[in-house]
Nanobody, 126 residues
Framework: QVQLVESGGGSVQAGGSLRLSCARF????????MAWFRQAPGKEREGVAA????????YYTDSVKGRFAVSQDNAKSTLYLQMNSLKPEDTGMYYC???????????????????WGQGTQVTVSS
């Protein structure tokens, strides 16, 4: 059974940094892509960053470009999200997701992902 476990969330002031981690268990093969999503209260889930395992191509939503960086440690089977220059609008529950199937596009579309973690809360105060 595949399990994704996020950690690293917390409360920071605007301008601060956090590093999220997503550890995977129970799957011996490579996912086609792993990604981070977030959901703020009263808002829809949003794709934040994704990393294509094969090509190592990364994708970011416009609002985090230049501030967030997604990376992966294959030896530790862990996905990371380094978040710098955090803003109050970055507040939300952050989820790790993974997919086995390879798509041509849509790596920030949550409907394309089959495995999800429980989430870790990020709160940025002004």
């Amino acid at each position: 059974q595949v399990q994704l476990v996020e950690s690293g969330g917390g409360s920071v002031q605007a301008g601060g940094s956090l590093r999220l981690s997503c550890a995977r268990f129970g799957y011996a093969y490579s996912f086609a892509c792993m990604a981070w999503f977030r959901q703020a209260p009263g808002k829809e889930r949003e794709g934040v960053a994704a990393r294509n395992t094969g090509s190592r191509t990364t994708y970011y939503t416009d609002s985090v470009k230049g501030r967030f960086a997604v990376s992966q440690d294959n030896a530790k089977s862990t996905l990371y999200l380094q978040m710098n220059s955090l803003k109050p609008e970055d507040t939300g529950m952050y989820y790790c997701a993974a997919v086995v199937k390879r798509y041509d596009s849509g790596w920030l579309n949550g409907n394309n992902y089959q495995y999800w973690g429980q989430g870790t809360q990020v709160t940025v105060s002004s």
